[in-house]
């Protein structure tokens, strides 16, 4: 059995399809009925003990500073590279923290912090089962339960992927090693970091999943989504539709 022994959040994006909110507050910092997102992990990993905490910064970078402050255990990693390149440079940045860690993007709120349990027996990530058709990138498992393929398309019969992954010492080893390799070529610079595993090597891991209750975490990646959980942001939608009229 393996345990999780630190946690990375990636929260150095800018959020660009909650703007006009996040032109002046950062994503992960947004508030979801009175909590910023962030609070709502780091809340929940230091339940479950997790408080060696690296959040990557970029984008309003300065607005991250207090964390420290509330959370004695975090530290701040900037990803310089967050304007144009995509995430693989965020968990590029903090490559060194990722043997024994479980990787988060800030932006979600975790409403059942069970989900964050470190203990676990295969590297891979939390998921849901649909049956559903979703546009979310969906897992296939083989017979022992490893994952067989991965669709960034999506599907249906299969498992969503979130953003809440547990990696051992030695895969957390190894996928800092392949990040390496990869951001050292141009043509990786758009690829999200999970590409490196379920991609670009997916023959070096024997990922599983760990089933999730679907209203255990709440990932937000648009103005409807956060205001379907927050009805007070439901006039920036309003607004948005009248400007696009």
Wanted: net charge negative; charged share 25%.
């Amino acid at each position: 059995m393996n345990r999780v022994k630190r946690a990375i959040i990636m929260a150095a994006g800018e959020g660009r399809r909650l703007r006009p909110l996040t032109d002046r507050t950062h994503k992960a910092l947004l508030p979801v009925n009175g909590r910023p997102m962030i609070h709502t992990i780091l809340d929940a990993l230091e339940k479950n003990g997790i408080r060696d905490v690296t959040v990557v910064v970029g984008y309003k970078k300065e607005q991250f500073a207090s964390l420290p402050e509330r959370w004695p255990g975090v530290r701040l990693v900037e990803n310089p590279w967050y304007a144009d390149r995509n995430n693989i440079f965020s968990l590029y940045a903090a490559r060194d923290y990722l043997p024994g860690a479980m990787v988060l993007d800030g932006d979600q709120v975790i409403y059942d912090p069970a989900v964050l349990d470190p203990a676990f027996e295969r590297s891979g990530y939390n998921c849901v089962w649909t049956d559903e058709p979703t546009g979310e990138w969906l897992l296939t498992l083989d017979g022992e339960g490893v994952v067989r393929s991965c669709s960034r398309t999506g599907g249906a019969h299969g498992w969503r992927l979130y953003s809440v992954s547990r990696w051992s010492e030695a895969d957390g080893a190894r996928l800092a090693d392949d990040l390496e390799r990869a951001v050292g070529e141009e043509k990786n610079w758009s690829l999200y970091w999970d590409d490196v595993a379920l991609f670009l090597h997916p023959e070096a891991y024997r990922l599983g999943v760990r089933p999730m209750a679907a209203d255990a975490v709440t990932e937000i990646d648009s103005l409807a989504e956060l205001a379907a959980i927050d009805p007070g942001y439901a006039g920036y939608i309003a607004s948005k539709e009248g400007k696009q009229r």
